[in-house]
């Protein structure tokens, strides 16, 4: 049955459909632009309206009838064998499974989306948009509880949940994502504009997203100042009370323990080598020559998502300031081609 439904809707009217659902997006009335955000926000106290109204921006971004475009040309689409994708969602942002609902659906594959309990409102209402444009898409898409009758698996976790999830899915086709960060390589020649985009990738989503900027490396000597009075634009984060528990508790144990750090009021820094900071914080790390970067860089792969710095050769993902929360259509989480692996599965 699945086969007969999935011939009567071409890859030309899917992609045409997300098009328009691109175009719809950015056209919103404020009245349904309020009501979308007020719907997130209410269920997950970390979502907040600017942060949502953010992600929806970036998928209208996403979805230019010129890069999807440019995207598809590289596929042989759509797959010769349908099959049904699980895909396990993350909630850490507002719509963080966002690009592999696409993926799956531009495949030619049906969706089971087990969406998290933190963000299990938006990516319906997404999806709404999309059926009344190619009504038979409904019979693609299954939002599940459990997983079951799935021939692959896209699944994304933290650290703990991802050894499970590999484990438990060993038999399949599949994708597993960990927890990943971005950092910043600065050289001391940024404007002021490049700052404020750095603060921006820094403090959007609280931090709690894989392309939030949680290190930066700095030349020996840098002065921080200006960074952080371009962080001082983004100070109204400290009204979510969430985030001001963990910026005042990050704070305490700097002061009890007598850390050297700075601090903006609302945005902690402080010398460290590792990578993955706590949420209000943000490492940074001295370093003298091109080649310590590199090979910095180099150590930490695995756990990173993007680096933002004016050097595009110093990482393979590689972004300019202020960009690092906006990936494009191409930017594959973990760096894993999912377009790729659907046409496989």
Known sequence: MSLMILSMV??????????????????????????????????NSWFIAAHVRKALEGIAH?????????????????VKQPKTIGVIMAGNIPLAGFHDFLCVLLSGHKLAAKMSSQDNFL?????????????????????????K????????????????FKYYFSKYPHIIRSNRVSVAVLDGSETLEELAGLAHDTMLYFGLGCRSIAKIFVPEG????????????????????????????????????RVPHLDSGFLLLTENEGVVSPMSVVYYQY??????????LEAHADKLQCVASHDKCLFSRTVNFGQAQMPGIADYADGIDTMSFLLRV
Request: proline share 4%; charged share 20%.
């Open 10 to 43: 071409s890859h030309q009217q899917v992609a045409a459909a997300f098009v328009a659902m691109g175009q719809h997006l950015q056209q919103l009335p404020e009245h349904e632009l309020e009501r979308l955000c007020e719907g997130a926000c209410t269920r």
């Open 62 to 78: 996403m979805l230019r009838p010129e890069a999807l475009q440019q995207w598809l040309v590289a596929y042989d689409l759509p």
């Open 123 to 147: 990516l319906p209402q997404l999806a709404d948009m999309l059926f009344e444009i190619v009504p038979e898409l409904q019979e693609h898409v299954q939002w599940v509880e459990q997983l």
């Open 149 to 164: 009758a799935v021939d692959a698996i896209i699944a994304t976790g933290s650290d703990n949940t991802s050894r499970y």
């Open 222 to 257: 840098y002065d921080f100042v200006p960074f952080l009075q371009q962080t001082e634009k983004l100070s109204a984060l400290v009204d979510n009370h969430k985030y001001r528990n963990n910026y005042d508790y990050q704070k305490s144990i700097f002061l009890v323990n």
């Open 287 to 296: 370093y003298r020559k091109r080649e310590e970067i590199i090979q910095l």
